[in-house]
T-cell receptor, first 112, second 115 residues
Framework: AQSVTQPDIHITVSEGASLELRCNYSYGATPYLFWYVQSPGQGLQLLLKYFSGDTLVQGIKGFEAEFKRSQSSFNLRKPSVHWSDAAEYFCAVGEYGNKLVFGAGTILRVKS | EPEVTQTPSHQVTQMGQEVILRCVPISNHLYFYWYRQILGQKVEFLVSFYNNEISEKSEIFDDQFSVERPDGSNFTLKIRSTKLEDSAMYFC?????????????FGPGTRLLVL
C-alpha cells in the first residue's frame, strides 16, 4: 500500500532563512504528488503539485519542490521564509482514481 | 476565486445522535470527497463520490456513514449514530472532471465534537 513519510514533526527556522521540508513516498507506479499547507483554523490549501514532466515544480508563495524518483522523495523548499509561512505542511500522494494519502505533517515555526 | 465551502464550522453533539455535515463543492467539479483528521493524526480518506455513487471508500467508512448529493450544489456526509471516536475535523474536497486524478480543492473543514 502506498504511504507518505514526513520525518520532521516540527521545524523551526529564522525569518529570512531557507527552508526544506522532507517527504518520502512509497508507491508502485508513477506518483501524483502534492504539497498542501494548513494555517490554524483554516482548510488545506494547495501549494504545488507534480504529475509528470519537469521534476522541479514551482508553486504559490515562493515555494518549490523537486521530485527525485531514485530517492522516492518530493521535498519542499523555499529560499527565504517569512513569518506568515508558519503553518502545518502536508505532503500527499494521489492514486489513480483520486484518493489522496497524506503524510503526518510538519509544523513550521518561524522565529524573528 | 471559486472555493469549497462547508457548514457548520463547528458542531457539538451527544454520542448516539445523528449529524449531517454539509459541503458546497466548486460548481463545475464532478468528483467529491470526504476526509477526516483526528486531532494530532493524519488526514485520512473516507470516501469519494462521482456520478451520484460512491466510487471508493475506506475501511473507516462503515454503515454508520453515508453520503448524498441531494441537489445540484450540496454534498453531505451523514453519521447516523455518532461515537466518541468520530470527534475530528472533517474536510470536504472536490476536483474537476477532466481526468481521474486531478487536483483536489479542500474546504475549511467542520470540527465535530462528540460528547
Amino acid at each position: 500500500a502506498q504511504s507518505v513519510t514526513q520525518p520532521d514533526i516540527h521545524i523551526t527556522v529564522s525569518e529570512g532563512a531557507s527552508l526544506e521540508l522532507r517527504c518520502n513516498y512509497s508507491y508502485g507506479a508513477t506518483p501524483y504528488l502534492f504539497w498542501y499547507v494548513q494555517s490554524p483554523g483554516q482548510g488545506l490549501q494547495l501549494l504545488l503539485k507534480y504529475f509528470s514532466g519537469d521534476t522541479l515544480v514551482q508553486g504559490i508563495k515562493g515555494f518549490e519542490a523537486e521530485f527525485k524518483r531514485s530517492q522516492s522523495s518530493f521535498n519542499l523548499r523555499k529560499p527565504s521564509v517569512h513569518w506568515s509561512d508558519a503553518a502545518e505542511y502536508f505532503c500527499a500522494v494521489g492514486e489513480y482514481g483520486n484518493k489522496l494519502v497524506f503524510g503526518a505533517g510538519t509544523i513550521l515555526r518561524v522565529k524573528s | 476565486e471559486p472555493e469549497v465551502t462547508q457548514t457548520p464550522s463547528h458542531q457539538v453533539t451527544q454520542m448516539g445522535q445523528e449529524v449531517i455535515l454539509r459541503c458546497v463543492p466548486i460548481s463545475n467539479h464532478l468528483y467529491f470527497y470526504w476526509y477526516r483528521q483526528i486531532l494530532g493524526q493524519k488526514v485520512e480518506f473516507l470516501v469519494s463520490f462521482y456520478n451520484n455513487e460512491i466510487s471508493e471508500k475506506s475501511e473507516i467508512f462503515d454503515d454508520q456513514f453515508s453520503v448524498e448529493r441531494p441537489d445540484g450544489s450540496n454534498f453531505t456526509l451523514k453519521i447516523r449514530s455518532t461515537k466518541l471516536e468520530d470527534s475530528a475535523m472533517y474536510f470536504c474536497a472536490s476536483s474537476e472532471p477532466t481526468s481521474a486524478q486531478e487536483t483536489q480543492y479542500f474546504g475549511p473543514g467542520t470540527r465535530l465534537l462528540v460528547l
